[in-house]
């Protein structure tokens, strides 16, 4: 099987799978923190991606919840969700203008339409009714929601932009009261929120000693692709040797009989007697 594969195909995918193996490893190891390109400078502080990422979330959340919440004033059935819906569409027509001055006085580029994955969320509210709108409206909103808040207190923790943090500081006390109105409202079925993601392995808790298992993991995957690498290297080399040898005929020894063994009969006692008689 190995035959019909080239060559260079085989090293390609040894390389690919050390590679593979080597940044699963390294993710692992890292936290996953934001890259250091794109810093600019600002009378307000260094601004970097993350802080621009803030402004940028935030802007798309509110572009799809205060709408929705409209909606919900109308459409859902419960007193509960109703109220929900005005109360986050209003304070979130306050936060979008907050997020628009500061994104101004850092010159950050704000999105004008909500993302994909929002416009099939707010189709897929808007094509519910009853109490079935109800759950779709709080369930989603409060999935939203929970995933910006992570993003906004990771920032207020990190930012070295005094804008930033103080816009930060806002938004993440916008978005914990719009959850607890999401919550209050009943509806919400925790076992269905994503899960958080895994940290990384020296977080929290973590030691040094986490790491045995990646190591071995790591360590067999090597000497597996190098075992595999040099089995097909001896495999050419025997290949290139065998067809450059001269081939001989091949000759069949055959074992020729054995003769039979010759008896030579002995000499007769009378003649020998008689022979030394004439001579004598």
Not at 15 to 23: D, E, K
Not at 106 to 126: H, N, Y
Not at 188 to 217: N, Q, W
Not at 240 to 268: E, F, K, M, N, W
């Amino acid at each position: 099987m190995l035959r019909r594969v080239p060559r260079t195909l085989r090293r390609a995918v040894v390389a690919i799978v050390l590679l593979a193996v080597t940044f699963s490893v390294w993710q692992s190891w890292s936290s996953g923190t934001p890259g250091t390109g794109g810093w600019v400078q600002t009378k307000f502080g260094p601004l970097g991606p993350a802080d621009r990422d803030l402004l940028v979330k935030v802007r798309l959340a509110g572009l799809w919840e205060q709408p929705t919440g409209q909606q919900a004033q109308q459409q859902a059935s419960a007193a509960a969700v109703k109220d929900a819906g005005r109360n986050i569409s209003a304070e979130h027509a306050e936060l979008d203008l907050r997020v628009r001055e500061v994104a101004d006085q850092l010159g950050v580029l704000l999105p004008s339409a909500p993302s994909p994955q929002q416009m099939a969320w707010m189709e897929e509210i808007s094509s519910q009714t009853g109490s079935d709108y109800d759950r779709a409206f709080a369930q989603r909103l409060r999935e939203a929601h929970g995933a910006v808040l992570p993003a906004i207190a990771e920032v207020r923790a990190s930012t070295r932009n005094d804008l930033i943090r103080q816009f930060a500081a806002e938004a993440d006390t916008f978005v914990s009261r719009h959850i607890q109105y999401l919550e209050g409202t009943g509806l919400v079925d925790y076992a269905a929120l994503p899960e958080a993601p895994s940290p990384g392995l020296l977080s929290g808790g973590r030691g040094a000693g986490d790491l045995v298992v990646p190591v071995i993991v790591f360590a067999a995957a090597l000497f597996g692709a190098v075992g595999l690498f040099t089995a097909v290297r001896n495999r050419d080399a025997n290949r290139r040797v065998g067809a450059s040898a001269p081939r001989t005929a091949t000759t069949t020894h055959r074992r020729d009989p054995v003769p039979p063994l010759i008896q030579i009969p002995a000499p007769r006692v009378a003649e020998t007697r008689s022979r030394h008689a004439l001579r004598s």
